[in-house]
């Protein structure tokens, strides 16, 4: 059985809320499930949400149906883009999807409008969330635009494991999406890497079988 959020919980995540009244903003917390859609490309948001559990996948579809993760919204953040558009009062340019269950505090557009004209801690914070955003972003288009993309493989695969937990439970579809390519393309280079025996692979599963070996390739670039 999970504990509750409490309002300690909540103001130690984001600490601006305390000038708002603790018990309005626990009375807005919103529980949202894994594989849900948060947020659909094009909609107005009526409410901003600030994340309390879970995670959320920002995405951006294209139209052949291809994704690439723009990046996750964790505990003690809050979707830039979403923030954004409510500002500008313009439609919400990616989608968000629920990783992991979630639970959020979702506060009106309307109020939310009007509290950042107030509070310099909730501008703080958007400013702050605005400018590590950016540089995400940035290291992203850096990544797609001039790093090979079985080196991004191969990072990615290190990142999601450990000397300890050498099984990764992923799809080449997710990859795909996560490294903004073809799902071909994912499936071609991991079969290399099988077949060089780094990685062993089977249904939703990656092994590292020569994690060291994987290193090493990074290593020697």
């Known amino acids: 059985m999970t504990r509750a959020i409490t309002p300690e919980d909540i103001s130690n995540l984001f600490p601006f809320f305390l000038e708002t009244g603790m018990d309005n903003v626990v009375h807005s917390i919103t529980k949202i499930p894994a594989g849900a859609c948060a947020f659909l490309e094009g909609d107005h948001s009526s409410h901003v949400a600030f994340v309390l559990k ?9 139209e052949s149906g291809r994704e690439i993760l723009l990046y996750r919204v964790l505990p003690g953040e809050s979707c830039i883009l979403q923030l954004s558009s409510v500002l500008a009062g313009v439609g919400y340019p990616a989608t968000a999807i629920v990783e992991n269950e979630a639970e959020a505090v ?14 310099q801690s909730l501008r703080d914070f958007v400013y702050g969330n605005l400018t590590k955003r950016i540089s995400s972003m940035m290291a992203l288009v ?4 001039f790093k090979r993309m079985d080196v991004r493989l191969i990072e990615l ?7 300890e937990q050498r099984v990764i439970k992923v799809t080449h ?3 795909a999406g996560e490294l903004g390519t073809a799902r071909e393309v994912i499936s071609r280079l ?4 099988e077949n060089d025996a780094f990685i062993e ?3 939703g599963k990656i092994e590292l079988t020569n994690r060291n070996g994987l290193q090493s390739i990074l290593e020697d670039m």
């Open 54 to 62: 879970g995670s959320l996948r920002v995405i951006k579809i294209g």
């Open 106 to 119: 979702m506060i009106p557009a309307e109020r939310f409008k009007h509290w950042i004209n107030e509070s």
């Open 142 to 145: 850096e990544e797609i635009a």
């Open 157 to 163: 695969l290190l990142s999601k494991t450990s000397s």
């Open 173 to 175: 579809e997710e990859i």
């Open 190 to 193: 991991l079969k290399n890497l």
């Open 201 to 203: 692979l089977s249904r």
